[in-house]
């Protein structure tokens, strides 16, 4: 993890242990609330629009590891301690017969300096030649670590017929200290209500909380498998099983996200996760689950050129 995060959390944490119950309070709580308001995920409703477009779906699903990073397990689900956990950044390559879709673009070796994240040079040339290829780029949210291969694309203007940005997303980049390149100044991102079809088998389903443009990636191969791209709703597969969040001092006070709405939709999908156990959850930042969806043949590891 970065130094100064590390820093900051075991200050803090000193502190507020000399403070008692405020130790709890804001790191050791990962508890939802007793009120929370309710998120709505109809999954028939999503495989319905799943097949609205005609066509045929994706035949492949594959998993770029662009930067690897490791936070104590307590900065992902509050409470749960501080042995460090291996996180890393990743990129998605669907290959549809006539689309090639990709689902977030990491972070630069600039941008990761912060994170103390090691970049590897090939997955992030593979990603970047890929997004030069893509016929569609989406991502689950606005944070560097998902859309920074496409902020620091050498021709973004040659992003433009592809990209897919929502209209949240692109108006709340200045809020993360980001900024659409200028060949993008005239940008007119997508709009819409609950669930949007892009591609025969994907849909794009809003979930504002962790920034007010997240959306998750509902995809449907060709072959029937099923996948949920959560982005950093979860940022591992444990806060989707528990139904946990982060502490409130990293969620509040430094992500400045919703910290309800996230808590609303980790109940829904731990919910959805025990019901529908073949139904293959992706988390933001998890380095055993993608591990284990590589191992499964659900994805594959590395992008096609």
């Not at 400045?256 to 939709?265: I, S, T």
């Amino acid at each position: 993890m970065p130094r100064w995060l590390r820093i900051t959390l075991i200050v803090v944490a000193l502190l507020l242990v000399a403070g008692g119950g405020g130790y709890y309070w804001y790191i050791g709580d990962g508890n939802p609330p007793g009120n929370l308001p309710a998120f709505a995920l109809d999954m028939a409703a999503v495989r319905a629009k799943a097949e609205e477009l005609p066509g045929g779906k994706a035949s492949d699903v594959r998993a770029e590891t662009v930067a690897r990073f490791a936070f104590p397990a307590v900065a992902s689900v509050a409470g749960d301690g501080w042995d460090s956990t291996p996180m890393a950044a990743f990129s998605y390559q669907l290959i549809l017969p006539t689309d090639t879709i990709i689902i977030d673009s990491a972070l630069t070796a600039a941008q990761g300096a912060s994170l103390g994240a090691k970049i590897d040079d090939d997955a992030y040339a593979r990603m970047d030649m890929a997004l030069a290829a893509a016929t569609q780029i989406v991502v689950t949210h606005e944070h560097s670590d998902h859309i920074g291969g496409i902020l620091a694309f050498g021709d973004p203007a040659g992003l433009g017929k592809g990209l897919r940005l929502n209209k949240e997303q692109a108006e709340s980049l200045p809020r993360y200290g980001l900024a659409l390149p200028e060949a993008l100044k005239d940008y007119s991102p997508i709009d819409y209500d609950d669930m949007l079809a892009i591609a025969p088998g994907v849909v794009l389903i809003r979930a504002p909380g962790h920034t007010p443009g997240s959306q998750m990636v509902f995809v449907k191969r060709e072959d029937g498998r099923e996948l949920l791209f959560i982005g950093d709703i979860g940022w591992t597969l444990r806060n989707v099983e528990t139904g946990k969040g982060r502490p409130r001092l990293l969620a509040q006070f430094m992500l400045n996200e919703d910290r309800d709405a996230v808590f609303a939709e980790l109940a829904t999908l731990k919910a959805l996760h025990a019901a529908e156990p073949d139904l293959l959850i992706v988390p933001g930042h998890d380095v055993a689950a993608i591990d284990a969806l590589v191992a499964s043949g659900a994805m594959a590891a590395q992008f096609r050129p």
